[in-house]
């Protein structure tokens, strides 16, 4: 490496530093907890093979997701550090530094090293990674970028000899199935192999024969998605989709998630161009399904359209930034929703992939603007370079701070009602915690909102239910059981729930009337029977004329969130 560029990877480094190291005295937080922290898959190295015949999320939740790769990285953290945090926090850091410093060479073999140098820097303080970088669980995230820097790098260099040979395409395929092992939108590597060819690779010959040059390289990589999808079978079976769908995009057709993704579009640029505003959660009513066309929508294909005519504008003369356009546009395609959906209708972390192109476009428009700068009057530079001098401090102050947002489960939940207030998650969450610390009355608060917030759906009503049945307020437990009910009519925890609590307070026509209904609802023969010998207790208290709270069913309680 050249000294010049040691010096600037040095000055990478430590912006890294200064945006991210605050990161290392935060605790497990957010699905650090139950994926890393209370999880015994990944808490011994004595059988490594199950770390790729098991879903990603440990039981009790669906074999849905499969990462085999990074629950290895976990396990091995955690033998490193005896499950210490900062251990996790640490390698974060280290892995986005080199996610950064893959960027910078990536850059270098496109643009004038200051331009690429400049990317990588915007980069590495850009307060959208913070998620990436704050939460132990998202490696992936910073695994697959780098990964992704690191392919089309060597793709680039690839492609300046001679003759493509097996062994270089055996590189590819490793990197490219290393990608998907850590997470599935390492698939998308391969879409950026072809954008590269199509933008800065120099080849005079036609289209077909470059096609035809390429096949080689493009067949190793289809082999390795092969093989990701050979091996996810075998490990788990079922369909490759993810674990739910998110709210917002619950029913809705692919007309219907196109126009609600439409009204997203105006928010990945925001917050990948100007991040000012960040929150943890964008659940409902924060982003909602749309439902007629609005400003939003209009806002969202004015921009794409804006991206569409700089790409075509820019590819013959500046092909980095249509590059870094096409980048943008595959790594954001995963989580767009539009012919897939999936479990969210946006989150800062999944920006972490298209970041890289949209800081390639960055560095190719810094290009053209040094250029100009060259010929420019002095201020003008001194001008330049404050305001470059400026955004990086901005950058890295934000991202600094930022990071102390996912100290704890608490201090996240609290700061994300703040953040999102409109998000009836966050107040679910932060009331699920106020009550496991004795703050009763600021926890029904919360409760509350989360249920007017958003009351199609039932887990804070069922939560609440519960919270207040544990406490011996029935009364007030039932309102909550029956609104459940209203929403899920066959949700058998509640109902048993429900008429335990009926039968406390010797509502027993009440009970009785509800075990009915249970037992049209059960699904398998002991729930019916349950409801069956629930019916006949009410009956048998009704006629006995059983006091009120003399009756009482000891029920146990699930899982409360939807």
Not at 52 to 68: D, E, G, N
Not at 529 to 542: G, H
Request: net charge positive; with cysteine; charged share 15%.
């Amino acid at each position: 490496m050249k000294r010049d560029q040691l010096v600037a990877s040095l000055g990478l480094i430590g912006l890294c530093l200064a945006s991210s190291a605050t990161s290392v005295k935060n605790h497990f937080s957010q699905d650090d907890m139950p994926v890393i922290e209370r999880n015994p898959v990944i808490h011994s190295l004595t059988d490594p093979v199950s770390f790729f015949t098991q879903s990603y999320w440990p039981k009790p939740f669906p074999p849905a997701l499969y990462r085999p790769l990074a629950t290895t990285g976990f396990a091995l953290q955690w033998a490193v550090g005896g499950g210490k945090a900062w251990v996790f926090r640490a390698t974060s850091i280290v892995l986005y530094a080199v996610c950064g410093l893959l960027l910078y060479q990536l850059g270098l073999l496109m643009l004038p090293p200051f331009a690429a140098w400049l990317a990588a820097a915007l980069f590495i303080v850009h307060p959208v990674h913070v998620e990436a970088v704050a939460v132990a669980v998202n490696q992936s995230e910073i695994v697959v970028g780098l990964l992704a820097a690191a392919v089309v790098a060597v793709y680039l260099r690839l492609r300046q000899q001679a003759q493509i040979r097996s062994a270089d395409g055996l590189v590819l395929f490793a990197l490219y199935l290393t990608a998907t092992l850590f997470k599935e939108s390492g698939l998308m590597l391969i879409g950026l192999i072809v954008a590269a060819e199509v933008t800065v690779v120099a080849d005079p010959r036609p289209l077909r024969d470059r096609l035809k040059a390429i096949r080689p390289l493009l067949l190793f990589m289809l082999l390795g998605a092969a093989s990701f999808f050979a091996i996810r079978t075998v490990a788990l079976g079922g369909d490759p989709i993810g674990t739910f769908t998110a709210e917002a995009l619950d029913g809705l057709s692919i007309g219907g998630r196109a126009l609600t993704m439409l009204g997203v579009v105006p928010e990945w640029f925001r917050l990948l161009l100007w991040p000012a505003q960040l929150q943890g959660d964008y659940s409902p009513r924060e982003i909602e399904a749309a439902t007629a066309w609005g400003a939003p929508q209009t806002q969202g294909v004015l921009l794409l359209i804006l991206a569409v005519v700089v790409a075509i504008a820019c590819w013959k003369k500046r092909p980095v930034v249509t590059l870094g356009i096409l980048w943008v546009a595959v790594g954001i395609f995963p989580v767009s929703n539009v012919l897939v959906p999936t479990g969210i209708v946006l989150a800062e972390r999944t920006l972490f992939l298209p970041s890289l192109g949209m800081m390639l476009t960055i560095g190719g428009l810094a290009a053209i603007v040094m250029e100009r700068l060259v010929d420019g009057t002095r201020a003008a530079r001194i001008l330049a370079g404050a305001a470059v001098v400026a955004i990086l401090a901005m950058g890295t102050s934000r991202s600094a701070s930022r990071q102390q947002v996912w100290q704890d489960q608490f201090t996240f939940w609290r700061q994300t009602t703040i953040d999102a207030p409109l998000s009836y998650r966050a107040h679910h969450a932060l009331a699920q915690l106020l009550f496991q610390v004795g703050a009763r009355g600021s926890a029904e608060r919360e409760y509350k909102t989360a249920i007017a917030l958003y009351p199609k759906t039932w887990g804070a009503s069922f939560d609440l239910a519960n919270k207040f049945r544990l406490n011996g307020l029935c009364q007030q437990a039932a309102v909550y059981y029956r609104r459940t009910l209203v929403l899920e009519p066959e949700h058998e925890s509640a109902r048993t729930s429900l008429i335990a609590c009926l039968l406390y307070d010797a509502r027993y026509a009440d009970a009785r009337s509800e075990a009915r209904e249970g037992m049209s609802y059960a699904t398998r023969p002991p729930r019916f029977k349950l409801f069956r010998r629930m019916f006949e207790i009410a009956d048998s208290a009704a006629t006995a004329h059983a006091a009120p709270k003399t009756v009482r069913l000891n029920i146990a309680l699930r899982d409360t969130m939807p």
